[in-house]
């Protein structure tokens, strides 16, 4: 549940995640969740994620899913993804030191996410590794980046493109009323998922 600060505003980060360190932008808990809903891995997944930042979406990758690489071509991210590793208690994680762009080793597997500028010069690498039926994921801030996103996914057949952005909104529940927050967690980056088939 989330807490209440002494506005009696709900704070829209859960505890388990401010325990973790951030030090470029992080991927928040709404479009995490829309990441595992959609792309539907569960504990016998296998997933890749590129682009590691801070690690947020890696640990939580590594919480419901047997095992996730995670790439990551600047070390002082690696750093902090690391520590966030150990924080989250998660040794299903490995965090690779690797421009994920020069190649994806792993095979068969079923969910690749890719957080980085330039994800659809990923996207011939990403159908190489998925499975038949495995998920692609760009988590994409502007919207061009999701016409040359979703333009890639065509031309290597991916089916069912779906692009999406998620809006998060809290809601005050007080004596005198309840009514929407007038602060909430807005444009985060847009979703876009396809599937291999």
Not at 87 to 105: M, P, T, W, Y
Request: glycine letters at 8%; one cysteine or more.
């Amino acid at each position: 549940m989330p807490r209440r600060n002494r506005k009696n505003e709900y704070l829209s980060i859960p505890l388990h995640y401010k325990q973790l360190k951030r030090g470029p932008q992080v991927m928040l808990p709404k479009d995490i969740g829309a990441i595992i809903a959609f792309s539907g891995i569960g504990k016998g997944s296998v997933c890749v994620d590129a682009g590691t930042g801070s690690g947020w979406l890696a640990v939580s990758l590594a919480k419901v899913s047997k095992s996730v690489v995670s790439y990551e071509a600047k070390k002082e991210f690696v750093k902090i993804a690391e520590y966030n590793k150990r924080v989250a208690g998660v040794d299903n994680l490995e965090i690779r030191n690797a421009d994920v762009s020069r190649g994806i080793k792993e095979k068969d597997v079923d969910l690749v996410t890719l957080d980085m500028p330039d994800s659809d010069k990923v996207v011939r690498l990403a159908h190489k590794a998925l499975k038949d039926g495995g998920c692609i994921c760009g988590y994409l801030p502007h919207i061009e980046q999701v016409k040359a996103f979703v333009g890639k996914l065509n031309r290597y057949k991916f089916s069912d493109v779906m692009a999406m952005e998620l809006i998060s909104r809290s809601m005050l529940v007080r004596e005198e009323g309840t009514r929407p927050a007038t602060k909430g967690i807005w444009h985060t980056a847009y979703l876009v998922f396809a599937w291999k088939r």
